[in-house]
C-alpha cells in the first residue's frame, strides 16, 4: 500500500453561502473548478427557447439533470456534492453544495508480489484530485511499466474508494514475452526487412516497449519512411511485432534555427535522399552557420552488401571557415571509412574506421600558416538505450564518444600527430522516481596530442588543434575559448569536468531549476595539465517550451580560487 496521511471525513462540506447561479433554477455553493463546458451546461440548463432543437431541450427534468450533473462533478472530484431542492415540482429551485474535491491518498495493487511495479516510483498521484483521468495515469503508466519489464500484454483494472481516496489496482501481468517474428508491409524500392537494422534488439529478445520507441525514433530521424507505428500480438510465450509504415516521399529537405549569446543565431539546412537503391542508402547534404562556425559537408552512407546489413561505406566532405577570438582557420576535410551499429542490451554502439585527408590555413592565431594531415580515424560511439529513449527529456543514461586520428611526416602529412579525445555524458534519475524529481548529470572530456611540435610561434599544427576551454561547452564561468586568460596560445592537452544537480517537475510552467560546478584545466604539454586549474559554479533554469529547451545560466569563474568575473548563457534548442 502507497500512502499518504488518512483522507479527511466524506461528510459533506460546511453550507457557506458563497453562491453563484449556474442557471436560472440552479444554484452552486462555490465555484466549480475547472468550470462546466458550454455542451455540460446544456445538458444540465437546456437551452433558450430560441436556440433549442426542440420543446424537449428547453428544460431538462430534475432528475436527468442532476445525474449529468452528478457525472460532471465526479469528473472534477466533486464526489460528495449535496442537492437541495426548494419550490414547486415543475419550477423546482435547486442549490448544489460542492462539497471539498476528494483527493488520492493511497494507492494498493494486487497481482504483484514481487513488487516488480514498484508504484511507489510514480508521481504526482497522491494528493491529486481522484477523478477518472487519474485513474487512467494510473492505469497507463502501470501497463507500461509492465511492457517494459518484459510483460507485453498485461491487463491492469482501476478502482477508486472515494470515502477514503483510496485507488486499488487489480494487474494481471501475464508472462515475460520474447519477440517472436517481425512482419509487416514492404516498402517499395527496398529490400524486405530494411528497418530491422535501426532495430535495438533482435528475435528471440526479451520485449521491452522503450526499445520499440527507439526503434521508432530513429526510423524517422533518419527519414528512411515518413511514420512508422510497430504493433504486437501475443500469443503463448511470444509477441510477434507488425510494421505500419507510410514510406513518403524520400527526399527530405528541411530547416532548423537557434539562439543562444555565443553565437547569436544559428542555422542549418539540410536536403537528404533517404532511399538510394535497394539497401536503402541515404545521401545528406547540408549547410551550418553561426557566427563562429560556417560549413558545408555532404555524408553518404552506402548499405553496399547484398543483403541487409548494417555495414555501410561513408564517404564524408566537408569544408568550414571557423573564427573564434584566438583564432581563424579554414579547412577542408574530405574522408572514406567502414561505419557499423552495434546493439546490445542496453548499449547501442556506433564504429568507424578510415582515413581522412585534412587541408588547413591558418589565418589568425598561432599554427601553420598551411598545413595537410592524412590521418587513420577512428570513432567508437556508446550510447545507453535509456539516454537514447530519453534524448528528448534528458534524465538518465550515458554517451561516450571516443575519437583517435593518427598521422605520419612520411605519408602525405606535414607533421607526425596523434591526437586522442574522450568525451561524454552521464544522467542519472534520483531513486528512479516518475516523472523525476532530481536529475543529476556529468559530463567531460579528456584531450591529448602526443606530437614533437611545441606550442606557440612557428608551431606546426594547424589553430584548431590547440587546447582551449570556456564557454557554454565546457567551463561556463568564462567566455567561449577564453582559457588559458590573457594568451593566444593554447595547449597540448586539456581536461574538464562538469556536474548538474537539476529540480524536475516541481515548478509550475514546466521550469526546472539546476545548480552546476565545472572544473578544468590546459596543459601545454602531452598527456598533463598544468595549473591554474580554472573554475566556475553556477545556477541555471530549464524551461521544456513546445518548440524546444531553452536553458539560462548564470555562473562565476575562478582561477586557483581567485575570482575572475561573471558570465551568462542563454541557449534556444540545446540540452546538458
Known amino acids: 500500500m502507497y500512502s499518504y496521511p488518512p483522507a479527511p471525513s466524506s461528510a459533506s462540506a460546511p453550507k457557506v453561502q458563497n453562491t453563484s447561479q449556474l442557471c436560472r433554477n440552479w444554484n452552486v455553493v462555490k465555484s466549480i473548478d475547472p468550470p462546466l463546458s458550454d455542451v455540460e451546461l446544456r445538458l444540465v440548463c437546456g437551452d433558450t427557447p430560441d436556440k433549442a432543437l426542440s420543446k424537449a431541450w428547453v428544460r431538462i427534468p430534475y432528475n436527468q439533470a442532476k445525474y449529468h450533473l452528478t457525472q460532471f462533478l465526479q469528473n472534477r472530484a466533486y464526489h460528495h456534492p449535496a442537492f437541495e431542492v426548494a419550490g414547486p415540482a415543475d419550477d423546482p429551485k435547486i442549490t448544489v453544495y460542492l462539497g471539498e474535491k476528494t483527493v488520492a491518498h493511497g494507492v494498493s495493487v494486487e497481482g504483484d508480489p514481487e513488487n516488480e511495479i514498484e508504484i511507489e516510483r510514480r508521481r504526482k498521484i497522491i494528493g491529486k484530485p481522484l477523478t477518472p483521468a487519474l485513474l487512467d495515469t494510473l492505469e497507463n503508466w502501470v501497463v507500461a511499466r509492465l511492457q517494459v519489464l518484459g510483460y507485453a500484454c498485461p491487463v491492469v483494472k482501476s478502482k477508486a474508494i ?293 606550442p606557440g610561434p612557428g608551431a606546426g599544427l594547424p589553430a584548431s588543434f590547440y587546447q582551449f576551454l570556456g564557454g557554454a561547452a565546457s567551463i561556463r564561468g568564462f567566455g567561449r575559448l577564453q582559457l588559458p586568460l590573457n594568451s593566444l596560445v593554447g595547449g597540448l592537452s586539456s581536461a574538464y569536468l562538469g556536474m548538474e544537480g537539476r529540480l524536475s517537475n516541481t515548478l509550475p510552467f514546466q521550469l526546472d531549476p539546476f545548480l552546476f560546478v565545472d572544473v578544468g584545466a590546459i596543459g601545454m604539454g602531452s598527456l598533463s595539465v598544468d595549473t591554474p586549474i580554472y573554475w566556475s559554479p553556477g545556477i541555471g533554469v530549464r524551461w521544456a517550451s513546445p518548440v524546444g529547451p531553452v536553458r539560462l545560466t548564470l555562473a562565476r569563474g575562478y582561477t586557483d580560487g581567485s575570482p575572475f568575473g561573471f558570465q551568462f548563457y542563454f541557449s534556444f534548442g540545446e540540452e546538458f
Not at 581563424?328 to 576535410?333: D, F, N, R, S
Request: hydrophobic share 35%; with cysteine.
Open 162 to 454: 472515494v470515502d477514503t481516496g483510496e485507488i486499488r489496482l487489480q494487474v494481471n501481468k501475464g508472462t515475460r514475452k520474447r519477440i517472436g517474428t517481425v512482419g509487416g508491409e514492404s516498402i517499395p524500392g527496398l529490400d524486405p526487412g530494411i528497418l530491422t537494422r535501426y532495430f535495438p534488439f533482435n528475435i528471440g529478445d526479451l520485449y521491452n516497449s522503450n526499445l520499440i520507441s527507439i526503434a521508432d525514433s530513429r526510423v524517422k530521424t533518419v527519414g528512411i519512411v515518413e511514420s512508422l507505428h510497430i504493433r504486437k500480438e501475443c500469443r503463448g510465450d511470444l509477441v510477434d511485432l507488425y510494421q505500419d509504415v507510410f514510406s513518403g516521399p524520400p527526399r527530405l529537405l528541411s530547416f532548423g534555427v537557434g539562439i543562444n549569446t555565443e553565437g547569436l543565431a544559428t542555422g542549418r539546412t539540410s536536403w537528404r535522399n533517404t532511399r538510394l537503391g535497394g539497401g536503402g542508402s541515404l545521401l545528406d547534404v547540408s549547410a551550418n552557420a553561426s557566427k563562429q562556425l560556417q560549413s558545408i559537408q555532404g555524408n553518404y552512407n552506402w548499405y553496399f552488401l547484398p543483403y541487409v546489413s548494417r555495414i555501410y561505406l561513408n564517404p564524408f566532405v566537408q569544408f568550414s571557415h571557423q573564427n573564434e577570438v584566438k583564432f581563424e582557420i579554414l579547412q577542408a576535410t574530405g574522408q572514406v571509412g567502414i561505419s557499423t551499429t552495434v546493439d546490445h542490451f542496453p548499449l547501442g554502439f556506433v564504429f568507424f574506421l578510415g582515413p581522412n585527408l585534412s587541408f588547413y590555413r591558418t589565418l589568425q592565431g598561432q599554427g601553420a600558416p598551411d598545413s595537410r594531415f592524412l590521418f587513420l580515424e577512428t570513432r567508437v560511439q556508446m550510447k545507453s538505450h535509456p539516454f537514447e529513449y530519453f534524448a528528448n527529456n534528458p534524465q538518465a543514461g550515458v554517451n561516450l564518444n571516443l575519437i583517435i586520428d593518427v598521422s605520419d611526416s612520411s605519408i602525405y602529412s606535414d607533421t607526425s600527430v596523434q591526437k586522442y579525445t574522450l568525451s561524454g555524458e552521464g544522467l542519472w534519475n534520483w531513486s528512479n522516481l516518475d516523472p523525476p524529481l532530481w536529475i543529476w548529470g556529468i559530463r567531460g572530456s579528456v584531450t591529448t596530442i602526443i606530437t614533437g611540435d611545441l
